[in-house]
């Protein structure tokens, strides 16, 4: 697959929009203990201000929520579940929450270093269908951390390499999202069909459409 570097004003759109392009795209961070790049095969969108029950930005601007606020083309990390970390690129103009979840994705570059990472908090090898596969686990593979909240991707340490042509894909209702959110009227999962590397869908218990 040809890759290509974009410029900020391909993330514009909504993340809706945005979302499935980013399907078959390589995200790589070069940190102190080497470059890890992943290509991402599973993605969810999020917007704001009312419109999306799911997303962080439901109710408005926040502290916590800010970067979904800003400059598109920003990495915006949060910690879910007290323990975890999950990462998004930020979407829409300014002033217009929107972000894209990376849910799952394939270590293509930097695998032993991946592989490390993960096996320092799990204790266990870990099969390369798993290093990235599911949010928590594309982050620790990756590097990155809540202190990359705010990153501009089209920076060092950063780079992100979009498919030249936009890969077929499947949508569904999002992983986990409770209430309407995670209902059929939110179809904003993106995936890869058939990739090893997808993560399984897990209904919320408190979803509803």
Not at 140 to 164: I, K, M
Request: proline share 8%; net charge negative; hydrophobic share 40%.
């Amino acid at each position: 697959m040809t890759l290509y570097r974009p410029e900020r004003d391909a993330f514009l759109a909504s993340s809706i929009e945005v979302a499935p392009r980013l399907l078959g795209a390589v995200l790589r961070h070069e940190s102190p203990e080497g470059a890890v790049a992943v290509r991402i095969t599973e993605v969810e969108a999020y917007i704001g201000d009312g419109l999306d029950p799911g997303s962080h930005a439901f109710r408005g601007r926040t502290k916590r929520n800010a970067v979904m606020y800003g400059e598109p083309g920003h990495l915006y990390a949060y910690f879910t579940y007290g323990m975890h970390v999950c990462a998004n690129v930020v979407c829409s103009p300014e002033g217009e929450a929107s972000a894209v979840l990376l849910r799952a994705g394939e270590v293509v570059e930097g695998e032993e270093l991946a592989a490390h990472r993960r096996a320092g908090v799990t204790g266990r090898a870990i099969p390369h269908r798993d290093l990235a596969r599911g949010p928590a686990r594309l982050v620790v593979a990756a590097g990155l951390s809540l202190a990359d909240d705010g990153a501009d991707l089209f920076a060092a340490p950063f780079e992100l390499l979009l498919p030249a042509v936009q890969a077929e894909y499947a949508t569904g209702p999002r992983t986990g999202v409770s209430g309407p959110g995670g209902g059929g009227a939110f179809p904003w999962r993106y995936w890869l069909p058939g990739d090893p590397t997808v993560s399984p869908y897990k209904r919320h218990p408190k979803s509803h459409d």
